[in-house]
């Protein structure tokens, strides 16, 4: 049976002239998600409002609705005519069907957009409420403005009217790839999939970049990424992950870089192969986990230096948070207890006993001498793997 779902977003209704770009990727995204369930499905908008009608089973729209940047809130919702008699009956309905049948504190929430509409908002909401009252018979009824435990709620829009209970916060945000896309550098830790998650939420695509160092770091630790990234698809319908084989590249630092700057040098190699892949895509930006002062090459000093390598702008969306509220992030997206998980990669095998933390440009750029980078940088970019992740689903 098909069931309507009201759609709301926010921000978006604040573009302006380009607000109609705004919507029409958000109904893309949404029609992405839906679609491998529901091949009929339909999506369309009116002024402020999406409206999407599907077969799909309800627990999966919640689901794929909730996890859908740029969506505020959503109802399931029955959609009638401007009839009033047709429009008291399914208000009644709904007080009907809701659970509780003993004492239920109520109230009618009318809102009437179409000011044609013989009734007002007040009117209707007296009027409804009354027939709820005068026509619900077992049932113990109070009218609670303030905390109901059943909301009624009815909007009068231009050619029908529409009724729901239930209203289902979502992610908020701007729609995913209306902001151009940027490269995620995604680690198996904790901060990196934060970081991409609140970047998606800004309207961008990501494209996860991984540095894979076997038999330095074992392929578990792969596996891991490759399950966090299995868990950002759900924000993003499709995610490209680019799994850089980064064994040689750290093998040469180790060998002949100091020691002190290893983690810093290793860094700047990262951010330079991940601004060349992502320039296939017109990436605009690079994103990191990085916290100001969560661990030595995380100072002012080292974040400069490590800019300095990329002409692409180095975003840090966690760079004012600590790490309890990136831990509480991590619970929140389902990524947190995929990252504890004790198999480390790269950046934590290869941390030097006495990292320098206020490195200067000129100390690095003579720490890189040996190096030869732009073959190792060439080596390391032909070496990638691209594995497609749609739907939580893997195709290699």
């Known amino acids: 049976m098909e069931k309507l779902y009201l759609i709301r977003y926010g921000e978006i209704g604040l573009k302006g002239e380009n607000r109609s770009l705004f919507e029409d990727k958000l109904l893309s995204n949404i029609n992405k998600k839906i679609k491998i369930f529901d091949k009929n499905l339909k999506i369309y908008k009116k002024p402020g409002r999406i409206y999407l009608i599907t ?4 627990n999966i729209v919640i689901n794929k609705l909730k996890k859908t940047p740029g969506i505020v809130s959503f109802s399931p919702v029955q959609k009638v005519k401007l009839d009033y008699d047709l429009i008291k009956k399914e208000v009644l309905n709904s ?12 109230r009618i929430s009318a809102r009437r957009s179409n000011k044609k509409y013989k009734y007002d908002s007040m009117q209707l909401q007296k009027l409804l409420g009354e027939y709820v009252i005068d026509n619900l018979t077992g049932v113990d009824l109070n009218v609670d403005l303030y905390k109901p435990d059943l909301d009624i709620n009815v909007e009068i829009r231009k050619d029908f009217a529409y009724i729901y209970t239930e209203i289902i916060e979502g992610l908020g945000g701007l729609p995913v790839g209306i902001s151009g896309t940027v490269g995620l550098m995604l680690s198996g830790g904790i901060d990196s999939p934060v970081a991409g998650y609140m970047s998606l939420k800004r309207g961008v695509k990501i494209i996860p970049i991984y540095f894979h160092s076997f038999p330095f770091t074992t392929d578990r630790a792969k596996e891991k990424v490759i ?16 799994v850089v084989d980064f064994t040689k590249i750290l093998t040469e630092i180790n060998k002949n870089c100091p020691d002190k700057l290893l983690t810093i040098i290793m860094r700047r190699l990262m951010i330079k192969i991940t601004e060349m892949l992502i320039s296939k895509y017109d990436g605009k930006a690079i994103i990191t986990g990085e916290s100001i002062g969560q661990v030595a090459s995380q100072t002012l000093e080292a974040i400069q230096v490590t800019n300095n390598i990329s002409a692409l702008p180095i975003l ?21 207890d995929i990252s504890i998980q004790p198999y480390d990669d790269c950046c934590t095998v290869f941390v030097p006993k006495n990292p320098e933390t206020k490195p200067t440009l000129e100390q690095i750029i003579q720490g890189e001498k040996k190096l030869n980078i732009d073959k190792l940088i060439k ?5 990638v793997q691209i594995l497609n992740i749609t739907d939580e689903k893997l195709v290699d």
């Open 55 to 58: 077969e799909t089973t309800k």
């Open 95 to 106: 007080a009907k069907s809701f659970k509780n049948k003993g004492k239920i504190n109520f």
């Open 227 to 242: 399950d966090i990234t299995k868990t950002l698809s759900n924000y993003q319908h499709n995610i490209k992950l680019h």
């Open 316 to 336: 840090r969306p966690l760079i004012g948070l600590n790490k309890v509220q990136i831990v509480n992030l991590a619970k929140k997206i389902d990524t947190y």
């Open 379 to 383: 080596q390391a970019v032909k070496s």
